[in-house]
């Protein structure tokens, strides 16, 4: 079974570009999660989606950063425009039953982003 | 949320158990506990969950003290592929589906 897809796995940057992370999640699942993760502040929840529709983006961390999910099979995380303290690992991550416990969540590879 | 506490770091030999304590004093009674561990360089892995009674899987055994104000994660016999960091969670009873990650025990399992 295909798990979490995310993509590109990596990207280099110049400071002040958009940068588009993209995910696939794992179909049938209808939790959708965004994580950041940096060795100084560890792994970061973004923002959460609940059917497509965003519950909880409360860590997205400035107006720079915004995400979407038009349908049940994608969502994007976009940052424009990036600065260098935007390089960290980006991690998409889905779940099968949302707000149910216990969920249990799949994450993908990550994206590990760099700006330079 | 319960706020969980792990020890930074631990070392255990291969072929032996490894033991991952985690206190969440604060846990309420319908509180899950939770474990993912991360290998380098990859997306965090789902081990375990419980909530009152011990638990076992493939991957490891979860003891929840009769209180639930600490559980230990079991790896019963540690192999190289078992260093990673693990996170304990306690998500909450808000039914809101997220986990948020503390900064885990780093298990290296040494030959």
């Known amino acids: 079974d295909a798990g979490v897809i995310q993509s590109p796995r990596h990207e280099v940057t110049e400071m002040g570009q958009e940068v588009t992370l993209r995910c696939k999640p794992i179909s049938g699942h209808n939790s959708l999660f965004w994580y950041r993760q940096t060795m100084m502040r560890g792994l970061e929840l973004l923002i959460y989606?609940?059917?497509?529709?965003?519950?909880?983006d409360s860590g997205m961390p400035e107006d720079r950063f915004s995400a979407k999910m038009p349908n049940a099979s994608f969502s994007t995380l976009k940052i424009q425009p990036s600065e260098p303290r935007d390089s960290a690992v980006y991690f998409c991550?889905?779940?099968?039953?949302?707000?149910?416990?216990?969920?249990?969540?799949?994450f993908g590879e990550g994206s590990w982003l760099t700006v330079v | 949320d319960a706020k969980t506490t792990q020890p930074t770091s631990m070392d255990c030999a291969e072929g032996r158990a490894a033991n991952l304590p985690c206190n969440h004093s604060?846990?309420?009674?319908?509180?899950?506990v939770y474990w993912y561990r991360q290998i380098h360089s990859q997306g965090p892995q789902y081990i375990i969950h419980?909530?009152?009674n011990n638990e076992t899987n493939e991957m490891a055994s979860l003891i929840i003290t009769e209180d639930r104000k600490s559980s230990t994660l079991i790896l019963p016999h540690a192999t190289l592929r078992d260093t990673a960091v693990y996170y304990c969670?306690?998500?909450?009873?808000?039914?809101?589906?997220?986990?948020?990650f503390g900064q885990g025990t780093t298990l290296q399992v040494k030959p």
């Open positions: 419980g909530l009152k």
């Open positions: 969670i306690a998500p909450g009873s808000s039914n809101t589906g997220k986990l948020i």
């Open positions: 989606f609940n059917n497509n529709v965003p519950i909880d």
């Open positions: 604060t846990i309420s009674g319908n509180e899950y």
């Open positions: 991550a889905s779940s099968t039953r949302p707000g149910q416990p216990p969920d249990t969540i799949y």
